[in-house]
């Protein structure tokens, strides 16, 4: 499998993974019952920030692999991208992997698949 190939697949991954976030937003609010409106938009906010930071991160890897995968800004932003994704599987592994609801126990799961694809196609460009 060539490294570009495995870039793209690790890069699609948080991609899809953040446009799964952004829809159910107002449905997982919901989940919380009676909240103040203040713990509301929080709770929309981190919910979407997540949901497009895993957008960015993964359209960001894919855009420096299409121009130029072995240019050196290409290895920084992968190396940052693979970086930036295993924290977020940390923080994820320590508290939405504590939850009984299945999604939240796949994402430390998506986010090392998607690092590992990512450095690892970096690393053999």
Same mark, same amino acid.
């Given at each position: 499998?060539?490294? %570009?190939?495995?870039?793209?697949?690790?890069?699609?991954?948080?991609?899809?993974?953040?446009?799964?976030?952004?829809?159910?937003?107002?449905?997982?609010i919901?989940?919380?019952?009676?909240i103040?409106?203040?713990?509301r938009?929080?709770?929309?906010? %981190?919910? #979407?920030? %997540?949901?497009?930071?895993?957008?960015?991160? =993964?359209?960001?890897?894919?855009?420096?692999t299409?121009?130029?995968?072995?240019?050196?800004?290409s290895?920084?932003?992968y190396?940052?991208?693979?970086?930036c994704?295993v924290?977020?599987?940390?923080?994820?592994?320590?508290?939405?992997?504590?939850?009984?609801?299945?999604p939240?126990?796949?994402?430390?799961a998506?986010?090392?698949?998607?690092?590992?694809? #990512?450095?690892? =196609?970096?690393?053999?460009l």
């Amino acid at each position: 499998m060539s490294a %570009e190939l495995l870039i793209y697949v690790g890069s699609a991954l948080p991609v899809l993974w953040g446009v799964a976030h952004l829809f159910p937003t107002k449905s997982v609010i919901r989940g919380f019952g009676e909240i103040s409106a203040d713990n509301r938009n929080i709770v929309a906010m %981190e919910w #979407i920030t %997540e949901g497009v930071a895993l957008i960015f991160l =993964g359209a960001l890897a894919a855009t420096v692999t299409a121009v130029d995968p072995s240019a050196a800004a290409s290895g920084y932003v992968y190396l940052a991208s693979a970086g930036c994704l295993v924290v977020l599987a940390a923080v994820s592994l320590f508290t939405g992997f504590k939850i009984s609801f299945l999604p939240f126990k796949l994402c430390p799961a998506i986010f090392l698949s998607s690092a590992a694809l #990512i450095a690892f =196609g970096g690393w053999n460009l």
